[in-house]
């Protein structure tokens, strides 16, 4: 079966970095769009970031100069460095396999930044 797990997320003052972690089993990885959302509270989802199969990379604005995505085909996993982390990045973190009409989902990992 599909499985994405994401790992990483924590605690963190504001200014602090977090390095988020997605491991899928289940797909090949490498022929997926790969994407990072938030949902923070009270808040709906967001796209965070975004990598395509083809290494085509997107950040929300809000996200520019401070986040980025990565993929390590080899190891079938997903990254986002997360640096000069502010309050308003504080949310569950959800990791996103996308290939045409499919898209599987992870469980989300908590991220919380204090400021």
């Known amino acids: 079966q599909v499985q994405l797990v994401e790992s990483g997320g924590g605690l963190v003052q504001a200014g602090g970095s977090l390095r988020l972690s997605c491991a899928a089993s289940?797909?090949?990885?490498?022929?997926?769009?790969m994407r990072w959302y938030r949902q923070g509270p009270g808040k709906q989802r967001e796209l965070v970031a975004g990598?395509?199969?083809?290494?085509?990379?997107n950040y929300v604005e809000s996200a520019k100069g401070r986040f980025t995505i990565s993929r390590d085909n080899a190891k079938n996993t997903v990254y986002l460095q997360m640096n000069s982390l502010q309050p308003e990045d504080t949310g569950v973190y959800y990791c996103?396999?996308?290939?045409?009409?499919?898209?599987?989902w992870g469980k989300g990992t908590q991220v919380t930044v204090s400021s």
């Open positions: 289940g797909i090949i990885l490498m022929i997926y769009d």
């Open positions: 990598i395509t199969s083809g290494g085509s990379i």
């Open positions: 996103a396999a996308e290939r045409r009409l499919n898209r599987y």
